[in-house]
C-alpha cells in the first residue's frame, strides 16, 4: 500500500499566476480597481504598451499605442486594443483565449517599444534581439521577466471594424493605411502585478506559487513546466521501477501511466500551508476508468472516483521541488473503481 500511494504522489502537482523567480526583484499583485494610478487616456500614448499573445511554443509581442480601460458589459477592468489586419500578432489574437499588456521602466521603454514597433516577428525573434525573457502565467499567457507592470486580460470579444461605419477621423486614416482595418479584441483583467524592487522574494510565497504552478503541470502534462519547477537531482520512488525515478521526466512518466488508466484524471488544488522549504497540500483527484491500462490488478470498467489527495513537497534553495510524500488518497481510487477493500 505504501508503494501505491507513492505512486498517487507522484501524480499529483500545482500552478501559479508565474512570478520571475530568479531575480532579486519580485511581482506583486494588484488590484486594478483600487491601485490603478495611470490616466487612462494618456497611457497608450506617447510611451505606448507592448501587447504579448500565444502559448508556450509560440507567442509574439508588439507596440500598441491605441487602447482602451474603463467599464464595459457591468465590469470596470475592461481592456480594449486593437491590431491590424496584416500584423503577425493578430493571427495568434484569433486564436487566443488570454493576452498580456506591459509596461517597462522609463530607461527601457522607449527602446523596446521602438525595437517592437518597427521588425515583425515574421523575421526573427525580437524578445531575443532585445534581450527580454519569456515567462508565463498560470493561464499560459506569455509575458516578459522585464516588465514593470504586466495586466493579464481574458477576452471576452473580436470583431473588425466595420468600414461602412466609419467617418470622418478613420476613413482618413484607412484611405491611407498599408497595414488594413484594425480589429478589436476587448479583454477583462484576471491578474495585475508589477515589479516590486525593494522587496526580496519570501521563500514561502515562492514556494506556494510553485505549487500553484504545478497544479498546471501536472494537469497538462507540461514536461517544460516540469523542468521550471522539479529539481533534476530529485528522486521519487514509485513501484513501477526498481530505481527511483528522476527530475521531471520522472515525475512525469507516473502521471502518464496514470492517465493511461484515468485519461481525464485531474488534480485540483483545494488548500496548502507552507513554510520554507515544505509545502503542504490539499487536493480533489477525479477520473474516470476508461483507458486501456490495468490499475491495482483491476481492469478498466468505466466507473469514477473522487477523493481527497495529500501530498508534501519539499524544496531546495532554488525554489525546485527535490521530494515528494504522499500521505493520503490510494483508498479513495480504489473504492471509486469498485474495489472493495476490507
Same mark, same amino acid.
Given at each position: 500500500m505504501k508503494n501505491l500511494i507513492l505512486a498517487l504522489a507522484a501524480a499529483a502537482a500545482a500552478a501559479l499566476p508565474a512570478v520571475a523567480g530568479e531575480s532579486e526583484s519580485a511581482f506583486r499583485d494588484f488590484d486594478v480597481k483600487k491601485e490603478f494610478a495611470d490616466n487612462p487616456f494618456?497611457?497608450?500614448?506617447?510611451?505606448?504598451?507592448?501587447?504579448?499573445?500565444?502559448?508556450?511554443?509560440?507567442?509574439?509581442?508588439?507596440?500598441?499605442?491605441?487602447?482602451?480601460?474603463?467599464?464595459?458589459?457591468? $465590469?470596470?477592468?475592461?481592456?480594449?486594443?486593437?491590431?491590424?489586419?496584416? $500584423?503577425h500578432?493578430?493571427?495568434?489574437?484569433?486564436?487566443?483565449?488570454?493576452?498580456?499588456?506591459?509596461?517597462?521602466?522609463?530607461?527601457?521603454?522607449?527602446?523596446?517599444?521602438?525595437?517592437?514597433?518597427?521588425?515583425?516577428?515574421?523575421?526573427?525573434?525580437? #524578445?531575443? #534581439?532585445?534581450?527580454?525573457?519569456?515567462?508565463?502565467?498560470?493561464?499560459?499567457?506569455?509575458?516578459?521577466?522585464?516588465?514593470? #507592470?504586466v495586466y493579464e486580460c481574458e477576452l471576452m470579444y473580436s470583431a473588425p471594424f466595420e468600414p461602412k461605419g466609419m467617418r470622418d477621423v478613420p476613413k482618413a486614416l484607412y484611405d491611407d493605411f498599408p497595414a488594413g482595418v484594425h480589429s478589436m479584441y476587448i479583454g477583462r483583467v484576471v491578474r495585475a502585478f508589477r515589479r516590486d524592487d525593494s522587496a526580496q522574494i519570501d521563500p514561502i510565497e515562492r514556494n506556494k506559487a510553485a505549487i500553484r504552478r504545478f497544479e498546471t503541470c501536472?494537469?497538462?502534462?507540461?514536461?517544460?513546466?516540469? $523542468?521550471?519547477?522539479?529539481?533534476?537531482?530529485? #528522486?521519487?520512488?514509485?513501484?513501477?521501477?526498481?530505481?527511483?525515478?528522476?527530475?521531471?521526466e520522472g515525475y512525469l512518466s507516473v502521471v502518464s501511466l496514470m492517465r493511461a488508466s484515468f485519461p481525464d484524471v485531474q488534480w485540483k488544488l483545494e488548500d496548502m500551508v507552507a513554510d520554507e522549504k515544505t509545502v503542504a497540500v490539499r487536493w480533489t483527484c477525479t477520473g474516470t476508468f476508461t483507458g486501456k491500462?490495468?490499475?491495482?490488478?483491476?481492469?478498466?470498467?468505466?466507473?469514477?472516483f473522487s477523493t481527497s489527495v495529500m501530498n508534501f513537497y519539499v524544496f531546495d534553495d532554488e525554489g525546485k521541488i527535490i521530494d515528494d510524500i504522499a500521505a493520503t488518497g490510494m483508498l479513495g481510487i480504489l473504492q471509486g473503481i469498485g474495489v472493495v477493500v476490507q
Open positions: 494618456t497611457i497608450f500614448t506617447g510611451r505606448g504598451m507592448l501587447l504579448c499573445v500565444g502559448d508556450r511554443e509560440k507567442s509574439n509581442a508588439m507596440t500598441i499605442g491605441w487602447g482602451g480601460l474603463g467599464t464595459l458589459w457591468g $465590469r470596470n477592468d475592461a481592456v480594449t486594443v486593437y491590431v491590424a489586419e496584416s $500584423r500578432t493578430k493571427k495568434f489574437l484569433d486564436g487566443a483565449t488570454h493576452f498580456t499588456v506591459m509596461a517597462f521602466d522609463k530607461e527601457k521603454q522607449a527602446d523596446i517599444l521602438a525595437y517592437m514597433g518597427r521588425h515583425s516577428g515574421r523575421d526573427g525573434d525580437k #524578445a531575443a #534581439a532585445l534581450g527580454l525573457h519569456l515567462a508565463y502565467t498560470a493561464n499560459g499567457t506569455p509575458y516578459y521577466e522585464e516588465a514593470k #507592470a501536472i494537469n497538462e502534462n507540461d514536461l517544460a513546466l516540469g $523542468r521550471e519547477l522539479i529539481s533534476e537531482k530529485a #528522486a521519487f520512488a514509485t513501484p513501477v521501477s526498481p530505481e527511483p525515478l528522476h527530475g521531471a491500462a490495468p490499475f491495482a490488478g483491476i481492469q478498466p470498467n468505466g466507473r469514477k
